[in-house]
């Protein structure tokens, strides 16, 4: 999995000018370089780090739920470009193959790693699972605090926004769904 390139040398450039335009000064010592930190923070936070999928034969026919619990997510909301953060809960119940368990915060990270929506977010994860591993079912939820929530707007401090998608048996066979919630401390 691969991610775009950056230009921080325009980043920059266009930051410094954003910067300027909304009035900031950045003529003192503690702010002369904000425009390149301000670039290089961007450019750290829509760069996931590389990884290759590793599967794994499922050789015992292990057919039970597979979760990893509160992963770090944090992502920037494509309409402010504001921070958001919170806690994904990713399951699967394993078809013919299982994962490497550190590639479920690996999936997270890569798409959390772009200008995102919540709810796609959420839906990427969850299809790219179904895609990778044809699993008899996957489930995931987000539960985070956007940050275009509680600095700008409403201010709703400590709010939080939960998401899921369920594919497969999570979504359809009632007692597996409520086995994944139970289990991910949702709920929903």
């Excluded at 300027?20 to 750290?44: F, I, K, N, Q, W």
């Excluded at 499922?58 to 919170?86: M, Q, T, W």
């Excluded at 790219?128 to 996957?138: A, I, N, R, T, Y």
């Excluded at 369920?166 to 007692?175: E, I, V």
Aim: proline share 5%; charged share 25%.
């Amino acid at each position: 999995m691969r991610s775009p390139a950056i230009d921080l040398v325009n980043a920059e450039r266009a930051a410094q000018a954003f910067i300027h335009a909304l009035g900031v000064d950045t003529g003192s010592e503690s702010t002369r370089r904000t425009a390149e930190r301000m670039a290089r923070a961007y450019a750290e936070l829509f760069t996931p780090r590389p990884f290759d999928l590793t599967t794994f034969p499922n050789d015992e026919r292990y057919d039970e739920l597979v979760l990893a619990k509160a992963i770090p997510v944090r992502s920037v909301c494509e309409h402010h470009l504001l921070p958001f953060r919170g806690v994904a809960h990713v399951g699967y119940l394993p078809g013919d193959r299982i994962l490497g368990l550190s590639k479920l915060a690996r999936v997270v990270e890569y798409f959390a790693c772009q200008p995102q929506v919540q709810e796609r977010l959420t839906k990427q994860i969850a299809d790219w699972l179904h895609e990778q591993l044809s699993p008899k079912g996957v489930g995931v939820v987000i539960e985070a605090e956007h940050s275009c929530m509680t600095l700008r707007g409403v201010q709703a401090l400590g709010s939080a926004t939960v998401t899921s998608t369920l594919l497969g048996l999570l979504r359809d066979d009632s007692r597996s769904r409520q086995e994944f919630f139970a289990l991910s401390g949702s709920t929903r």
